[in-house]
């Protein structure tokens, strides 16, 4: 599982601009206004091979000097709280202020290795300014341009050294090793109620009231053949409405879950049908290259049930889930039981397909085949010629290797053309797979 990192830091000091920088995205909104940042922005990090993931944080209300130091307080401990290491920001053109005094006071007390990050030097004239952050005795501070990508590359170097080496102190390291099926969605899709089903008792409390479930909890289910580990998550709402400290705590747990898990379970509320939330989890579930399966609940609240509107209920999702299209949705009812036992089903046929393995002799022959069919574009007079393909062994997800002349020249719509091709001849239904191209 992933490590994360936190951003810390007073209003406008760079911590979104950072970020962006960082995820090499523009998923944070940026703008000069202070607390512009009210959610929590989540990216993954890869650097020198070593990945991790790191959290926005933001929320800080700017009403008076009270609550401006409570809205602090709250956000650095609950940093500390959860992250494995904290990246607390400055602005290296406004010098230290009492905020920043306020922030390394708490930070100095906790135990996490903590990097302090002088950003705004934009120009060699802001460096001098860079040492008088040496009073906040958090050790050396790290001059970086957030904008223009000055020190960024010497600071991941810094964070990667000081990251702690995973240890076996989370929840989801003590389980054993089997297949685990973390459930999300948004608040009230009916993740407990579903778990509640599949186990036969009311262990999980279940609520109308949207963020009953506050922490993610591991039910280990060993029944009709089956043995794994289901692990009911908070639900993930729009960022812009987790306002509790609580709540955020679970959502991040729920973020780790994901992230822990072999084969996420999205639900979605047949009710309301496909929304923008559901196509953020289901991102965040792709981002961490995990296997899918979408379980429509609350069917039978449902009074269409025809053929033609389970149809075009699967074009929907497919659709607001493209180019990622080839996993499967069952229509269940948590309450009812209905197809419930066809969820658990579905979802070891993705954790098996995950693992499934193809011979190479078997792989050439019929992709040579699809390659002669439809060769890949030639590129300045030169042809890109694949000579032969593997699959590697011992990868998480199913990996795929071409060795060709000329890797650099083959774009990704040829890699998807692969892929494509790939999932028709064998079943790696709701499993990730990667396409690399090497040189030969």
Known sequence: MSQLIAIVGRPNVGKSTLFNRLTQSRTAIVDETAGTTRDRQYGKVDWNGREFSIVDTGGWVVNSDDIFEGEINKQVHLAI???DEILFVVDAMNGVTDLDDHV?????KSKKPVILVANKVDSNDWLYNVPEFYALGLGDPYPVSAVNGFGTGDLL???VKKLPEPTLDDEADHLDDIPKFAIVGRPNAGKSS?????????????????GTTRDSIYTRYNKFGFDFYLVDTAGIRKKAKVNEDIEYYSVIRSIRAIEASDVCILMIDATRGIESQDVNIFSLIQR????LVVCVNKWDLVTDK????IKHFEAAIRDRFAPFTDFPIIFSSALTKQRIYKVL??????FNNRRRTVPTSQLNTVMQEVIAAYPPPANKGKYVKIKYVTMLKGATIPTFIFFCNLPQWVKEPYRRYLENKIRENWDFKGTPVNVYMREK
């Open 306 to 309: 025809s053929e033609a509107a």
């Open 104 to 108: 390394a006071e708490i930070l100095r």
């Open 288 to 291: 961490n290259r995990k296997g």
């Open 81 to 83: 709280e959860q992250a």
């Open 194 to 210: 579903i778990v509640n089903a599949f186990i036969g008792e009311e262990r999980h409390i279940v609520t109308d009231i949207a």
């Open 157 to 159: 170097d810094e964070v």
């Open 345 to 350: 089903e579905t979802a070891v046929e993705v």
